[in-house]
């Protein structure tokens, strides 16, 4: 399966710029079978040479949701699938970009019909989008954008594949020399913690996925930078577990990680929870909260992945709480904040409210931060149809996971009995929290 994507940006850079259009077709690779696009706000002005090129300019995205307002979208129409581009480096580049900023590693095995129609049509004078379509006699309307754009690629992709067949091939990855080829075809499209060992069988990567297969293969086709090919030449075996759900993989994973401190997994060896929210006490008397990187002497009321994730997170209890966004590091300037011209402060920051009133209510916002109950057990798939995976919350810190047979669900000495001890620490107990702010979940309160 396949999604043949293209994007629009404010530039060339994917460290720097960001994305203003998305389109996405899914393809079987016979016809195509669904397509979703989007205007995307960048939140910062479209410069004028892009819109010379594009047709988008300010007013047009004004009004488009922010990236992380379809990202949930975008993952699921991509997973298990193999991202298609023109040039597939530059769309893809700019998507992981986009999810690193809000704590997301976004992973997709990939083709590039530049280098793909380079192998099929070889000698052609130029092999851009525009110019090797009407080489080639393929309608390309709407350039530019990226539904156009997308369409375009798909019709090439449809012509590269009548005449190489084999491209199609789940054999279209890089296998390291020691790793057999057994190993690759037997991979589980399920989720769970997998490991990369070298040829003295030590471990030095570990990863999760919800598709381990599909993970593990953009693995092997990912040469975006030197580190990346070290450890696919050192792979010489590999082994999985399976855990039946997205957050007991996680939680694994991050213990995993911790236990065995993996040559390629350094950076995760430490928290991946970089930033926090904090509060302070002002001169005043009012509490404030802020954003900050987490220091080891310091302990944040809760803790993100990325400071865009921190900041979505903090408005989002501002908004809900009346806060002002003064007093939440969120406004430039002095005076009346923004959030009190709209009605949304009751006027901290102008004096019209006292320190007690604000702090009753900042109290209550950071009640949002902590787990809401003490003692909870969350239920979510387990690794057979016959059970439930859980994970058990005790005395407000993360006690371990387990699964349970569904027919004893209802029992809570059974789900108590099923949970595997684990070491409760930060990083757990913000796994857990993350999860639950962006799923929905079944709890049983006990």
């Given at each position: 399966m396949y999604a043949i994507i293209d994007i629009e940006t404010t530039g060339l850079s994917a460290k720097s710029e960001k994305i203003t259009e998305v389109a996405i077709i899914l393809h079987d690779g016979i016809k195509e079978t669904a397509r979703y696009s989007s205007l995307v706000n960048p939140e910062r002005k479209v410069p004028y040479r892009i819109t010379q090129i594009t047709g988008i300019n300010d007013q047009m995205v004004a009004t488009a949701p922010k990236f992380y307002e379809i990202a949930k979208k975008i993952i699921e129409l991509t997973e298990g699938r193999t991202i298609i581009g023109h040039n597939v480096t530059f769309d893809y580049n700019f998507l992981k970009s986009e999810f690193a900023e809000f704590g997301y590693d976004y992973q997709r095995p990939t083709l590039c019909t530049v280098k793909s129609a380079r192998k099929v049509f070889p000698g052609q004078p130029s092999y851009s989008l525009g110019n090797i379509t009407k080489t080639l006699n393929i309608n390309h309307f709407n350039k530019h954008r990226a539904i156009g754009d997308a369409e375009a690629t798909m019709k090439l992709f449809e012509l590269i594949i009548a005449n190489e067949p084999d491209l199609l091939s789940l054999n279209n990855y890089k296998l390291p020399k020691a790793l057999q080829e057994e190993k690759i075809k037997s991979l589980p499209d399920e989720s769970g913690v997998y490991y990369f060992l070298n040829s003295k069988?030590?471990?030095?990567?570990?990863?999760?996925?919800?598709?381990?297969?599909?993970?593990?293969?953009?693995?092997?086709?990912?040469?975006?930078?030197?580190?990346?090919?070290?450890?696919i030449d050192n792979i010489a075996d590999l082994k999985y577990t399976l855990t039946g759900n997205e957050l007991i993989a996680l939680l694994f994973e991050s213990e995993e990680i911790k236990r065995i401190k993996p040559i390629y997994n350094r950076a995760q060896i430490r928290s991946v929870f970089s930033y926090g929210i904090f509060m302070e006490t002002t001169k005043t008397g009012f509490y404030s909260l802020k954003i900050g990187k987490n220091e080891a002497l310091s302990l944040p009321l809760t803790a993100f992945a990325s400071l865009r994730e921190a900041k979505d997170y903090l408005h989002f209890l501002a908004d809900e709480f009346n806060l002002c966004h003064s007093f939440c590091g969120l406004n430039k300037g002095s005076g009346a904040c923004f959030s009190y011209q709209v009605h949304k402060c009751d006027g901290a920051c102008v004096g019209k409210e006292t320190p007690e009133s604000y702090n009753t209510k900042v109290i209550d916002a950071t009640e949002r931060m902590r787990f809401r109950h003490k003692d909870f057990f969350l239920i979510e798939r387990g690794v057979s149809a016959e059970e439930f995976g859980v994970v058990c919350v005790s005395k407000g810190s993360y006690r371990g996971f387990g699964y349970i047979p569904k027919n004893k669900i209802d029992d809570i000495n059974s789900l108590k009995n099923c949970i595997l001890e684990k070491a409760s620490n930060r990083d757990n107990n913000n796994i857990i929290l993350s999860w639950m702010r962006n799923h929905s979940y079944e709890m049983i309160i006990g």
């Open positions: 069988g030590n471990v030095i990567y570990v990863g999760k996925s919800k598709n381990i297969r599909q993970r593990i293969i953009s693995h092997l086709n990912n040469f975006s930078n030197k580190k990346a090919v070290d450890m």
